[in-house]
């Protein structure tokens, strides 16, 4: 699904050079649930933002879903993120003045879907995180946990094979989080393939897999061990 | 696609109100300032006999002081009237297949009708031979100019402007009926449709921006009622003028001339015969400068008189610059509205939109700002036109909207709005996303 070889990449600025990532290589197959680790500065969001075909890289290959993204343009790597890949963020990153049903238009729009089509996904996938009643709402009516829902549901309208989830849980207490994490799970099982990164090591022990990253490497994982138990009724499956 | 980047962008826009109301008066204000001046100058600087401009002509003839030019400024330009007897000569021609000798004149008009209820008022009076209202295409409403016996005959016959017939007969078709010029009555032949030429390109010398006179009655009637004129009359030579025909011997220039001429022979053939007619007059002790006989079509004769002052031009090109300096203040306003679109561009981005994506829907949003602010600066503009006419009567003709201008405005306040914008959406559609997510 995604394969990273001895990715590296180098901020600049005229006085220093951080070295975000160096020699990274990982891969994540199909299906799986991949937690990445590490401290803070360690290059977890490089990494993500990499995945998510939202920043360049300077050495190394990117093998997504089989296709090598090295020398994609612009037009390209945007159609690959909004075709095969959905994006959940710490701040839920919901445009305020859209409310609950526009926000989750808006990727299904840059795909080009008809109007009916636009509906029953967007329904479909309020329906799945519990909001479909509050679809007129903004998102300033919502609490954080269910801003974080709206987010995933926009996310999985997409109906993407891959789900990047950068800190989901970070601004939320608690039950909140076990919540949103349940989702999470609950997608993968239907078949959709999600990398996660926290610091929550509570959280991360959810994943079928941890990746520890440190100083722009991974320095720990664990080898994935075949498909996890119980996959096959919610994401991207309840969604098709 | 269009339709939800016209979406986002108004959503966009009522997001921060008071910069969007700055974009949209700073646009405006600069539209309206180009539109009022661009208004005032395509009126002044329009040729309102186009479609006859290669055979109408003006005459000019260099009778004036051998010691000192007519223009001290342009000594070979010759004097825009003619004297009284050089105009007749101009008339007695059979060259030209129109012939025209005019001047002002001015009476009370007034009812011929006891009962009637129109009071009477002072007019300026067009006293011209008959071709007129052919050569210069003068619509009517109601009826006909003269003919040539009646001008011959100086007939008591009149043609009303569409205002005086207003004020006279209530708009009513008054042919036939009869009014009162000072004390003498006139039959009315016919009453032109509205006709307002700008500029009053047939006598630029006596008000080249006024109205058309409100009436015209046979140029004969004014040598018979010994009527003065009511324009610029200029002289050079001390003569005695102690009566109304010594007036009409004088060297004093005062009447227009023109002539139409639909062949190049027939402009051959006027230009010799004025050159043997001076010839002719030279021998009588006239005409003593150098042979300075001149045949200017419309557009030449406009621009002889300068009826577009440099001061126009002048104040277009500043009306511009103030639209420039506008825009300019646009596209900082663009910027800082821009900048803090930054997070929810990113997030844009990160769904799928490329940067061509972005750019169009941005552009779409400052077209919006473009076209809203260039309809209030029309709206603006015709305040603005509106105040000048109260201001200034005599701007009456050249201060009325034209819709083409305003269409015109429309368009440049388009292409404004999106060049004002070309650079903050180019810098929009720049931004990585990345660092902008986390932060949001």
Known sequence: MLEMQHISKVYRTELIETHALRDFSLKVEEGEFVAVTGPSGSGKTTFLNIAGLLETFDTGTYRLDGESVNDLDDDARSRIRNQKIGFIFQSFNLIPDLDLFDNVDVPLRYRGLNAAERKRRITQSLELVGLASRMRHVPAQLSGGQQQRVAIARALAGEPRFLLADEPTGNLDSLMARQVLDLLEEINRGGTTVVMVTHDAELARRAHRNVHVMDGKVTDFQPYEGRPIGAGTAGRAALA | MFGYHLRLGLKSLRRNPVLTVLMIGAIALGIAVCLTTLNVYSMV????????????????????????????????????????????????????????????????????????????????????????????????????????????????????????????????????????????????????????????????????????????????????????????????????????????????????????????????????????????????????????????????????????????????????????????????????????????????????????????????????????????????????????????????????????????????????????????????????????????
């Open chain 2, 45 to 440: 600087s329009g040729n309102p006999l186009a479609s006859r401009n290669d055979v109408v002509y003006a005459v000019q003839m260099d009778g004036w002081d051998v010691t000192e030019p007519w223009n001290k400024d342009h000594p070979t330009y010759a004097p825009w009237e003619l004297t009284f007897r050089d105009a007749q000569a101009v008339y007695e021609s059979n060259i030209p297949d129109r012939k025209v000798i005019m001047r002002k004149g001015a009476f009370v008009l007034g009812s011929s009708d006891e009962k009637s209820e129109a009071k009477p008022y002072i007019v300026e009076a067009r006293l011209t031979t008959p071709d007129f209202f052919s050569m210069f295409a003068v619509p009517f409403k109601f009826g006909a100019g003269w003919d040539a016996e009646a001008e011959r005959s100086a007939e008591p016959v009149i043609v009303l402007g569409d205002k005086a017939n207003e004020k006279m007969f209530g708009g009513a078709d008054s042919v036939g009926k009869t009014v009162k010029l000072d004390d003498k009555e006139y039959k009315v032949l016919g009453v032109l449709d509205h006709w307002s030429p700008v500029p009053k390109f047939y006598d630029l010398n006596n008000g080249s921006l006024d109205e058309p006179e409100d009436v015209f009655i046979p140029y004969s009637r004014g040598e018979l009622l010994e009527v003065v004129s009511a324009g610029n009359v200029n002289c050079w030579k001390p003569e005695p003028i102690d009566s109304f025909r010594a007036f009409l011997a004088s060297e004093c220039v005062w009447i227009q001339s023109w002539v139409e001429l639909r062949t190049p022979a027939k402009v051959e053939a006027f230009k010799s015969f004025l050159d043997g007619y001076v010839a002719e007059q030279k021998k009588l002790g006239r005409f003593s400068r150098p042979l300075n006989n001149k045949l200017s079509k419309v557009s030449e004769w406009l621009q002889l008189n300068e009826v577009v002052e440099k001061d126009n031009s002048v104040l277009l090109g500043i009306s511009f610059m103030f639209l420039a300096v506008c825009l300019l203040n646009t596209v900082g306003l663009l910027l800082a509205k821009f900048s803090g679109k930054v997070g929810v561009v990113s997030l844009h981005r990160a769904l799928g939109a490329s940067r061509k994506m972005i750019f169009r829907q941005h552009l779409v949003e400052v077209s919006m700002v473009g076209v809203v602010g260039g309809l209030l600066g029309i709206g603006m503009g015709w305040l603005l036109l509106l105040a000048l006419r109260q201001l200034y009567n005599s701007y009456e003709a050249v201060t009325h909207l034209d819709w083409t201008i305003g269409l015109i405005a429309l368009g440049i306040a388009l292409v404004a709005g999106i060049l004002a914008g070309l650079y903050p959406t180019w810098r929009i559609c720049r931004v990585q996303p990345a660092p902008h997510l986390k932060t949001q």
